[in-house]
C-alpha cells in the first residue's frame, strides 16, 4: 500500500448540507440539496492501444461558469493498464449520523489490475489528489481476491468491494473484500463457504437486514470481449444472491434463468422501509423487479422487457437492446435506464412497481442510428434506422452507458463507454474518436426527456490522446452511491 499524501483530520462533509455527518438524513432531503457544480469521470486509456495511465477527469457543469462543459482537471493513477471503472465513496448517507465520518475519499477500484485507489476530493475538489491506493499482490494475498468492481462504504465506516473473481480470473474466487476507513485490508467480508457463483455490482437495505448481489461473468471470459459460447460454456451468470446483513451468509440463491441472462446493475428503491428493488438483466434484455415475501425470502418477477430487434449486417440475425445500467431518481417515482446496443435511453415512472410506466424515450446513439451499416429489419422485410441528433456539431459515438441523475432529478447524464475490450468489439470507432458525456433535461411533471444542446464533453479531444470516460459521480454524492439505513 502506498501512501502519497498526509491524512489530514476530518471535517465537514465535502458538497454537504448537514453539519451531522456526511450525506442527507432521507433521499427526499437529498433531492432539495445544492445543484451540482463538478462531476469526476472515470477516463481509460487501458485497452485503447495509448500507453498512458487511466485518470480522474473532473468535468465542470455549472451552467454560469465559463468552464461549462469541458475538462477542467485529469488526475493520471501511477500505473498503466488499471481500466478504472465504477467507482464510490468512503462514507456517504449511511454515515449521516456520525459527526466524525467524511465523504472525502473517491473510492476507484481498478476493474483489470486490481488496485483500487483512494483519491482526496477535499483539499482541492477542482483538482482532486491521489491519497494512496490497496496494491493487489496483498489483496490476493490476505484474501484471495481480484478484479474489484463496486465499491460501498458502510455505517461503520468500513468500505465494501465486489470482487469478480481470483488472480487467475476464475469466477469461482470470487467475493467482498472488507476494507477499513483507511483503507487497510480487514478481511473477506462473506462467511466462508458462503461467495456467490459470480460477482458484479451489490445493494444493501438495513431494515430489511438483507445485501442482495449480480453476477456478470468469469473475468477469464469478459476481459477478452464477449463470446455467445461463453454463455452457453456457463462462463457468464443469471443468478441473484442474497445474504444477510451484516452477516455475510448467503440466505438465498434466486435463478433468473434465460430471462434473467447477465444481471448487472441492482438498486433497492431509496426508501430504506422499502422491500423491493431492480435488477437488469443485460443480455435478455428484461428490468426485473425483486421484492420479500411474508415468510421472508425473496422472489422476483420481469416488469419490462426490452425486445430484440430483427437486424441485416450484424454479428447475430437479432439484436438485443443490452440495458448495461440504471437508475433510480430519489423520490422513487422515476427509473431511468439504457439500450447500449440500440442507443436509447428511457424513462419510467414507478410509483407502482410492479407496473413500471414508459413516460420519456429518446435517441442518443446505438448501432441502428442513420448512417449506420446496420438495419433493423420490420415484419414485412424493409429496413428501418433511428434519427440521433447532432449536438453542438458533433455525432454522437457508440450507445449510451452509465448514467447519473442530479439530485433534483432534473438532468441526466451519460457516457458511451462500457468496457474496453467490448468497445472495441461493438462500437470500434470510439478507440478512435474517444466517447463523450451528454446531458438530458428531465421532465419530472409530465415525463420526458430532450437533449440539452449546450453540453457535450468531447473525450476525443483529450491531451493525450482519446479516451474513454466510463461512471460519474458528483462531490456531494448522489443517487447511485448513497444509501440509507
Given amino acids: 500500500m502506498a501512501t502519497e499524501t498526509k491524512v489530514v483530520s476530518n471535517g465537514a462533509g465535502n458538497g454537504c448540507c448537514k453539519s451531522s455527518g456526511p450525506g442527507y438524513a432521507t433521499p427526499l432531503a437529498a433531492m432539495s440539496g445544492p445543484s451540482e457544480k463538478l462531476i469526476y469521470v472515470t477516463a481509460l486509456y487501458a485497452g485503447t492501444g495509448i500507453e498512458k495511465p487511466d485518470y480522474l477527469a473532473t468535468v465542470d457543469v455549472d451552467p454560469n461558469s465559463p468552464t461549462y462543459s469541458s475538462v477542467i482537471h485529469r488526475l493520471p493513477m501511477p500505473f498503466v493498464g488499471d481500466e478504472l471503472h465504477h467507482s464510490g465513496w468512503n462514507s456517504c448517507s449511511s454515515c449521516h449520523g456520525d459527526a466524525s465520518a467524511d465523504r472525502r475519499y473517491l473510492v476507484l477500484p481498478s476493474l483489470v489490475s486490481g488496485r483500487i485507489y483512494a483519491i482526496d476530493t477535499k483539499e482541492n475538489p477542482r483538482a482532486p489528489s491521489l491519497y494512496k491506493y490497496v496494491d493487489p499482490k496483498e489483496i490476493a494475498e490476505k484474501t484471495g481476491l481480484a478484479f474489484p468492481h463496486t465499491a ?46 459470480f460477482g458484479y455490482d451489490f445493494w444493501y437495505q438495513p431494515r430489511h437486514k438483507t445485501m442482495i448481489s449480480t453476477s456478470w461473468g468469469a473475468p477469464k471470459a469478459f476481459t477478452k470481449g464477449f463470446d455467445l459460447q461463453h454463455v452457453a460454456d456457463g462462463l457468464y451468470g443469471s443468478h441473484l444472491h442474497v445474504y444477510s446483513w451484516p452477516g455475510g451468509e448467503m440466505k438465498q440463491l434466486i435463478d433468473l434463468g434465460e430471462t434473467g441472462l447477465l444481471p448487472l446493475e441492482i438498486r433497492f428503491l431509496h426508501d430504506p422501509s422499502k422491500d423491493t428493488g431492480f435488477v437488469g438483466s443485460a443480455l435478455s434484455s428484461n428490468m426485473i423487479r425483486f421484492f420479500k415475501n411474508s415468510d421472508e425470502t425473496w422472489s422476483h418477477e420481469v416488469v419490462i422487457s426490452v425486445k ?11 439484436m438485443p437492446g443490452l440495458i448495461t445500467d440504471f437508475l433510480i431518481s430519489l423520490d422513487d417515482r422515476f427509473m431511468y435506464f439504457v439500450n447500449w446496443l440500440h442507443g436509447d435511453i428511457r424513462q419510467y415512472n414507478i410509483e407502482d412497481p410492479k407496473n413500471p410506466v414508459l413516460t420519456g424515450k429518446i435517441w442518443v446513439g446505438g448501432l441502428l442510428q442513420k448512417g449506420s451499416p446496420v438495419k433493423a429489419v420490420k415484419e414485412d422485410g424493409s429496413t428501418f434506422q433511428f434519427d440521433v441528433p447532432q449536438i453542438k456539431g458533433k455525432s454522437l459515438r457508440g450507445g449510451p452507458q452509465m448514467i447519473q441523475l442530479s439530485l433534483d432529478g432534473k438532468r441526466l447524464y451519460a457516457t458511451n463507454s462500457l468496457f474496453s475490450a467490448w468497445d472495441r468489439q461493438f462500437y470500434p470507432g470510439i478507440m478512435e474518436k474517444g466517447s463523450h458525456i451528454i446531458q438530458i433535461d428531465v421532465d419530472t411533471d409530465k415525463g420526458g426527456l430532450s437533449i440539452n444542446p449546450n453540453f457535450f464533453v468531447d473525450f476525443g479531444d483529450e491531451p493525450e490522446g482519446p479516451a474513454l470516460a466510463h461512471e460519474m459521480r458528483y462531490p456531494g454524492g448522489d443517487c447511485t452511491s448513497d444509501i440509507w439505513i
Fill in 152 to 197: 460501498h462504504c458502510l455505517a461503520s465506516g468500513e468500505i465494501l468491494v465486489s470482487c469478480l473473481g481470483d488472480e487467475e480470473g476464475n469466477a469461482k474466487g470470487n467475493g467482498f473484500l472488507l476494507l477499513d476507513s483507511d483503507f487497510n485490508i480487514k478481511k473477506r467480508w462473506e462467511k466462508p463457504g458462503h461467495s456467490p457463483l
Fill in 308 to 318: 430484440p430487434l430483427k437486424v441485416e449486417n450484424w454479428i447475430l440475425p437479432e
